[in-house]
């Protein structure tokens, strides 16, 4: 009951804390933002190796196959939060920022054999960010030069969030599928603010506003072989739909006279120009006698089939209107693992989680012509079991990850993460017997 109590308060707290930005990255403001971690504290331990995964006190929401894995006298809510420094880099400047942000909250339980339940909140895209950059100009006056500056500043903030429910079923032995079905929701706010030294000279900025209430449907299966005695292969595959997300983005231009603060504003929008593109997800996972856990993921994103509105001078009726190849298909796979000597040991250090993984994704963003940075992580972690009194069941998920995502034209982020979860395991379902 205690833990119930816990996890309604972490459920409410993540609502209310999706709002925060979990980036600095000048990188968020392309698109529909910095791509978030999708991945719960556990997985985050082998750098998000998931697709292949079937755990029974884990809940592992990338593939919804796995729902059925969860066991028949549990209910487990897991709440993860996570620490980030970030060093940014260009021509040999460099700046440091931190983030701590809420990530995710999700339950799942068994509600009939065979057939496993799932709910939570988790992110999708995050944007925050704040620069400028300040040049030096010569006008003519009355045929005198005159030294003056110019200052871009851009700014953002927003992102979307996820709130779904899943399902995963066992029809017969080894093979299951799954569903996840979620309410897609957010806004961002973009600004770029033109200013010039001199008060004479108008201020310009373009304003891009956006507020997104969408669906997002993922599926997943698993197919589970046994090879031997102690050792069983499976294989997963994800699909998430691709659609419209039925908003209606819009750029306002806006000119103020800074000598009397009057604005002149135009606004333009584009109809249902917003969308998600479809993602195809493989993966295969090795385990050895309950302990050893070894697996591998590819994961194919289509941005290049997504259209995005830019605003451009480029002679069309509208000057921000939809344009297409400004993202290319990004590809990202992983390898992980994880050992436990003996998670039903009562020897504390045997039942201790051991986790690594590596990544590669390669770039999706196109920036004037260039691809973004492709990002390189490596994370290591620890499952460690939570005992007491009156549970054994539970874990706090521990892991460390450093991010490092270069271009040879662009910024360059170095970031280290702490992910921290935890993972309340109630024995909600057990019956009793009375003499």
């Known amino acids: 009951m205690k833990k119930t109590i816990i996890a309604v308060i972490l459920f409410s707290s993540a609502m209310t804390s999706m709002a925060q930005s979990g980036t600095n990255s000048p990188y968020s403001q392309y698109g529909l933002g910095e791509l978030a971690e999708p991945a719960s504290s556990f997985n985050?331990?082998?750098?998000?190796?998931?697709?292949?995964?079937?755990?029974?006190?884990?809940?592992?929401?990338?593939?919804?196959?796995?729902?059925?894995?969860?066991?028949?006298?549990?209910?487990?809510?897991?709440?993860?939060?996570?620490?980030?420094?970030?060093?940014?880099?260009e021509g040999g400047t460099k700046v440091n920022a931190k983030n701590a942000n809420f990530e995710y909250a999700v339950a799942a339980f068994r509600v009939a054999k065979h057939l496993g339940l799932s709910f939570g909140i988790i992110p999708y895209t995050n944007i925050g960010y704040n620069y400028s950059n300040t040049e030096r100009v010569n006008e003519f006056v009355s045929m005198n030069a005159v030294s003056s500056t110019y200052t871009n500043?851009?700014?953002?903030?927003?992102g979307l969030h996820q709130v779904y429910l899943g399902a995963g079923w066992e029809?017969?032995?080894?093979?299951?599928?799954?569903?996840?079905?979620?309410?897609?929701?957010?806004?961002?706010?973009?600004?770029?603010?033109?200013?010039?030294?001199?008060?004479?000279?108008?201020?310009m900025s373009r304003q891009y506003t956006a507020?997104?209430?969408?669906?997002?449907?993922?599926?997943?299966?698993?197919?589970?072989?046994?090879?031997?005695?102690?050792?069983?292969?499976?294989?997963?595959?994800?699909?998430?739909?691709?659609?419209?997300?039925?908003?209606?983005?819009?750029?306002?231009?806006?000119?103020?006279?800074?000598q009397t603060a009057v604005s002149d504003t135009t606004?333009?929008?584009?109809?249902?120009?917003?969308?998600?593109?479809?993602?195809f997800g493989v993966g295969l996972a090795w385990q050895h006698s309950q302990q050893l856990k070894l697996g591998v993921d590819y994961q194919l994103q289509k941005w290049s089939s997504v259209?995005?509105?830019?605003?451009?001078?480029?002679?069309?009726?509208?000057?921000?209107?939809?344009?297409?190849?400004?993202?290319?298909?990004?590809?990202?796979?992983?390898?992980?693992?994880?050992y436990c000597n003996n998670e039903?040991?009562?020897?504390?250090?045997?039942?201790?989680?051991?986790?690594?993984?590596?990544?590669?994704?390669?770039?999706?963003?196109?920036?004037?012509?260039?691809?973004?940075?492709?990002?390189?992580?490596?994370?290591?972690?620890?499952?460690?079991?939570?005992?007491?009194?009156?549970?054994?069941?539970?874990?706090?998920?521990?892991?460390?990850?450093?991010?490092n995502r270069n271009s040879d034209v662009f910024v360059k982020e170095n970031s280290f993460r702490i992910n921290i979860g935890f993972t309340f395991n109630e024995r909600w379902f057990s019956k009793f017997k009375v003499e």
């Open 44 to 89: 985050r331990g082998m750098n998000g190796l998931s697709y292949g995964l079937r755990e029974h006190n884990q809940v592992n929401y990338m593939n919804p196959a796995s729902y059925s894995a969860v066991d028949s006298l549990s209910f487990i809510f897991d709440a993860g939060v996570s620490i980030q420094l970030t060093n940014f880099n």
């Open 267 to 279: 606004e333009y929008k584009v109809d249902n120009g917003l969308s998600i593109p479809s993602v």
């Open 171 to 203: 029809p017969f032995r080894g093979f299951s599928f799954g569903m996840n079905a979620s309410y897609l929701w957010g806004d961002y706010t973009r600004s770029i603010v033109n200013s010039y030294s001199e008060s004479y000279v108008n201020t």
């Open 344 to 403: 039903r040991s009562r020897n504390f250090f045997n039942r201790v989680h051991y986790r690594a993984g590596v990544s590669y994704a390669s770039p999706y963003l196109k920036i004037n012509g260039n691809d973004g940075p492709k990002e390189l992580s490596v994370s290591a972690g620890f499952g460690i079991p939570i005992i007491n009194t009156w549970n054994n069941r539970s874990m706090l998920n521990i892991s460390a990850q450093w991010v």
């Open 153 to 158: 500043t851009y700014n953002g903030s927003g």
């Open 211 to 258: 507020t997104i209430n969408s669906y997002k449907l993922d599926f997943g299966l698993q197919y589970a072989a046994r090879l031997s005695k102690k050792d069983e292969v499976t294989l997963g595959l994800t699909y998430g739909i691709g659609h419209k997300l039925g908003a209606d983005p819009s750029c306002m231009i806006i000119s103020t006279n800074s």
């Open 307 to 338: 259209d995005y509105p830019q605003y451009s001078n480029d002679g069309a009726s509208q000057p921000y209107h939809l344009l297409s190849n400004q993202f290319s298909d990004r590809h990202k796979i992983t390898l992980g693992g994880e």
